[in-house]
């Protein structure tokens, strides 16, 4: 029962490298969700995902890109990392559409741009 | 704009009596409504969700109601315990298929 698994889960970065953190679920769910996490800010959505090869912005995408190309994977990536980008990354997946069903959460991806 | 909003300030209460956390909600009309807890270090984890026809729904010590007059929803734990210290998350829908969450109220329960 692996559910959501996100890697890596620890990540420093210098600014101006790129990278990609992925999320990976065995739930065979269609939705897929990046969120990010900071203090005094809550959980902000930045790409999601309604089904295989799809992919939307949400609240604050500026800086990262997604792709959905098979359905039980979820990547976003950081094409030139700013300080602005330390956060902590949740991905969450959902049988269906978040707001009528709940999401599952991985555990996180702690990313620090220095 | 939509906002929700939780206290921000930590609610802190003894073992045994009853938490009530509130989220507060403005230019949404959401169908539904959900509770989330999260634990330090770790992802927020689904507790229940309210449809906007349910007035209450309990789920063993847990309670949520929602008054889409008021625009509020509030999360009681009944005889609470220090397991259940942690920050509780509520969440609407923003879009189609989006959830937008508030920032979450932590609770201490103290022995």
């Known amino acids: 029962n692996a559910g959501v698994t996100q890697t890596p889960k620890f990540r420093v970065l210098k600014t101006g490298q790129s990278m990609t953190l992925l999320c990976a679920q065995d739930m065979n769910h269609e939705y897929m969700y990046w969120y990010r996490q900071d203090p005094g800010m809550g959980l902000r959505l930045i790409h999601y995902?309604?089904?295989?090869?799809?992919?939307a912005k949400g609240e604050v995408p500026d800086g990262y890109n997604v792709s959905r190309l098979k359905k039980q994977n979820f990547l976003l990536g950081l094409e030139s990392a700013a300080p602005s980008q330390t956060s902590v990354y949740f991905c969450a997946s959902a049988k269906t559409r978040a707001n009528t069903g709940e999401l599952f959460f991985g555990e996180g991806s702690r990313l620090t741009v220095l | 704009s939509q906002k929700i909003e939780q206290n921000s300030e930590a609610l802190n209460i003894q073992e045994g009596k009853t938490a009530t956390l509130t989220c507060n909600y403005t230019n949404y009309s959401p169908a539904y409504l959900q509770w989330y807890r999260q634990d330090p270090g770790r992802g927020p984890v689904f507790l229940l969700l309210?449809?906007?026809?349910?007035k209450e729904k309990r789920k063993e010590r847990l309670k949520v109601t929602f008054d889409t007059t008021l625009k509020q929803s509030l999360f009681h734990i009944t005889a609470s315990q220090p397991a259940d210290s942690a920050t509780y998350l509520c969440a609407l829908r923003s879009g189609y298929s989006t959830l937008t969450f508030g920032k979450g109220t932590m609770l201490l329960v103290s022995p």
């Open positions: 309210i449809r906007e026809n349910e």
């Open positions: 995902s309604v089904g295989e090869g799809t992919t």
